[in-house]
């Protein structure tokens, strides 16, 4: 049985609220001028609790969509666009947003042995890196919706501008909103928004590699652990 998703629309979705013009330039650090220019790709699986009673897909993914927005404010550099080497230009040019169906079970994807085929799930290929910065989104999501009920949330974040920390805290933040709305958005934490005045940027020429990760040399392993153990 074939395992292919379709891509059944693509949207761009902009943060709820402006950026301030006092924050509409965000500089990097000088962690995230080293960064390589790729993104950090997440893929995230629930399944539904009970088929009959399974959500209806519109319903979740405009309550994905609705939160997306909502976070999008509170982390505002990541709805801009990259600019050189130096900043983020916080335009609210916003997310790229992609909705698929896949005709098949969710239970199945769990029985891949060939990582590479996660990347379906995800909006485009993480390594995949370009000398345009200025046309390229800062995140992408693709929610995967299956016939089971099941959803699989495919998310890709530049590497220029989070690390692992910072994309846990944008992830749950975006879980708290959707499950709770966006009150209490104090208590999160946006962790990259400091680095800047732990690691000074400093004028230096980094050029952009034509590739970020040799495949050749690149290994990948799977591990399974039983939910009883």
């Known amino acids: 049985m074939a395992t292919k998703v379709k891509v059944v629309s693509t949207e761009t979705i902009k943060p709820s609220s402006p950026t301030p013009p006092h924050l509409r330039n965000f500089n990097f650090c000088l962690l ?12 995230l699986f629930y399944s539904a609790p009970d088929e009959k009673a399974a959500p209806d897909s519109a319903s979740v993914s405009g309550n994905l969509k609705t939160s997306l927005a ?13 600019k050189g080497n130096a900043s983020i230009d916080c335009n609210d040019e916003g997310a790229l947003y992609l909705e698929a ?4 079970e969710l239970s199945k994807v769990l029985s891949y042995t060939e990582t590479a085929q996660l990347q379906q799930f995800l909006p485009f290929s993480p390594y995949k ?5 200025e046309d390229q989104v800062i995140v992408g999501d693709q929610a995967n919706f299956f016939d089971c009920g099941g959803i699989k949330i495919g998310i890709c974040i530049s590497h220029k501008i989070a690390n692992g920390a910072s994309v846990s805290a944008f992830l749950n933040a ?3 909103i959707a499950n709770n709305g966006i009150d209490g958005e104090a208590s999160l934490i946006t962790p990259f928004l400091k680095a800047f005045e732990l690691f000074q940027p400093k004028d230096i020429n980094f050029k952009i590699p034509s ?14 652990f039983d939910c009883d153990g």
């Open 174 to 176: 975006w879980s708290a």
């Open 70 to 82: 909502q976070v999008l404010s509170l982390f505002y550099p990541l709805g801009g666009r990259v």
């Open 32 to 43: 995230d001028q080293l960064a390589p220019p790729f993104y950090v790709p997440v893929v």
């Open 101 to 104: 169906k896949a005709h098949f």
């Open 129 to 133: 890196v370009s000398t345009n910065n």
């Open 211 to 224: 590739r970020v990760i040799s495949r050749e040399k690149l290994s990948t392993k799977r591990f399974c």
